[in-house]
């Protein structure tokens, strides 16, 4: 486990008790809930570096959820908004507790999550993917995991976001491997 330190104030507390502690499973099962999560983090703490890293890193535990479900294409749609937070914070955050634990676990988790990502792609060749209307029957599970592997597909494989990935800054004892993950699954 790593260590985050972090003067809670009363509205990160809220925010953390009422959405992640609470509903950290539902979040997991749900990874487009997480770029709401991530985007009420700035107003939530009224814009304390700090506190919205602490989030961050609540954040990415449900993340980590998901990957222990074995989850990995949900996972990569998770920590494209994560990322794209941390990329803007980690210049002025770079002394601060949790750091590097931190940014080891989110790298962790990217080169995790792709090769779980190759693995559903793979599996799921083939399977239709349907546009769902509303009073349709719930897709499968197979269904709804292509439909995932597709929206990896379109927003996290793209060379916009591979940019943020290569251009985090970075962080010292560090040696990020997520950009040549996602890098590599963009080119098979």
């Known amino acids: 486990m790593f260590f985050f330190r972090c003067e809670l104030n009363q509205g990160l507390a809220m925010y953390l ?9 539902k979040v997991a099962e ?7 999560l991530v985007n009420a983090l700035p107003q939530t703490t ?10 961050l890193a609540c954040v990415l ?3 980590g959820i998901a990957m222990a ?16 937070m941390w990329a803007q914070l980690a210049q002025h955050l770079q002394e601060i507790d949790g750091v590097q634990s931190f940014v080891e676990l ?5 080169v ?5 990502y190759l693995a559903d792609a793979e599996a799921l060749k083939g399977v239709e993917i349907v546009p769902l209307k509303r009073g349709d029957p719930q897709p499968s599970e197979e269904q709804m995991k292509a439909m995932m592997v597709q929206a990896v597909k379109e927003s ?9 990935l290569e251009e985090m800054p970075t962080v010292q004892g560090v040696e990020m491997k997520a950009a040549a993950a996602v890098r590599a699954a963009k080119s098979s």
Do not use: H
Not at 30 to 36: I, Y
Not at 46 to 55: C, L
Not at 156 to 164: A, G, N, P, S
């Open 112 to 116: 995790q999550a792709t090769a779980m």
């Open 156 to 164: 996290v494989l793209q060379d916009e976001f591979i940019k943020v």
């Open 17 to 25: 008790n009422m959405n992640l502690v609470r509903l950290g499973r």
């Open 106 to 110: 989110l790298d962790e988790y990217w």
């Open 30 to 36: 749900q990874p487009n809930l997480v770029v709401q």
């Open 46 to 55: 009224g814009g304390d570096p700090e506190g919205i890293f602490s989030g």
């Open 69 to 84: 479900d074995g989850n990995g294409t949900a996972v990569m749609i998770m920590l494209s908004p994560i990322s794209q």
């Open 61 to 63: 535990a449900c993340a």
